[in-house]
C-alpha cells in the first residue's frame, strides 16, 4: 500500500533536487504542505502513516535518499517524538522538522535534534525554516 505518490527512480530527479518525506495523519494537511514543497522545488514523499513511514526507512523501501522529514507531531498509533525516537536509532544526522499546534509538546523532543514549530505554520516560514535546516545538514547523512 503506497500512502503518497510513486517516486521516480532516484536517477531520474534532477539533481540536487532534495527529497522530503512529509509525515502527517490529517491528508489536507499534508497535500496542502506537498504542493508548497513541491511548488518550491522539493520532491515530497507524503505518508500518512508515521509507523509505515518507520518501517519504510527500515527496510530501506525509499527509492531515493530522503534529505529531511517533516512530521506533525499528534498522530494516532505513533506521536512525532515516538517516531523521532525510533528514527533517531538508524539515522541520527537526518535533519527533522516538527510541526505541532501544542506549544508545551517541544519538551517531549528535547536531546531529539530537530526544528520545532508550532502551528499555525505560514507557508514562508515553512520553506525558509526547511532552507535553513538543509544547509546546516551535515555531509555524512546519507
Not at 7 to 24: E, F, G, Q, S
Not at 128 to 140: A, G, I, R
Amino acid at each position: 500500500m503506497q500512502s503518497g505518490p510513486l517516486l521516480p527512480h532516484a536517477n531520474l530527479l534532477p539533481n540536487k533536487t532534495p527529497v522530503i518525506l512529509l509525515i502527517d495523519d490529517n491528508a489536507i494537511q499534508a497535500t496542502i504542505r506537498q504542493a508548497i514543497l513541491h511548488r518550491a522545488g522539493y520532491f515530497v514523499i507524503a505518508a500518512l502513516d508515521p509507523a509505515r513511514a518507520l518501517a519504510r526507512f527500515q527496510q530501506d523501501e525509499f527509492p531515493a535518499v530522503i534529505d529531511a522529514v517533516i512530521t506533525d507531531h499528534v498522530m494516532p498509533g505513533m506521536n512525532g517524538a515516538e517516531f523521532v525516537r525510533e528514527l533517531r536509532k538508524t539515522h541520527p544526522l537526518l535533519p527533522v522538522m516538527v510541526i505541532s499546534g501544542l506549544e508545551e509538546a517541544e519538551c517531549e523532543y528535547t536531546g531529539m535534534n530537530v526544528l520545532f514549530l508550532n502551528k499555525p505554520l505560514m507557508p514562508d516560514l515553512l520553506l525558509f525554516s526547511l532552507h535553513d535546516l538543509l544547509k546546516q545538514k551535515p555531509l555524512s547523512v546519507a
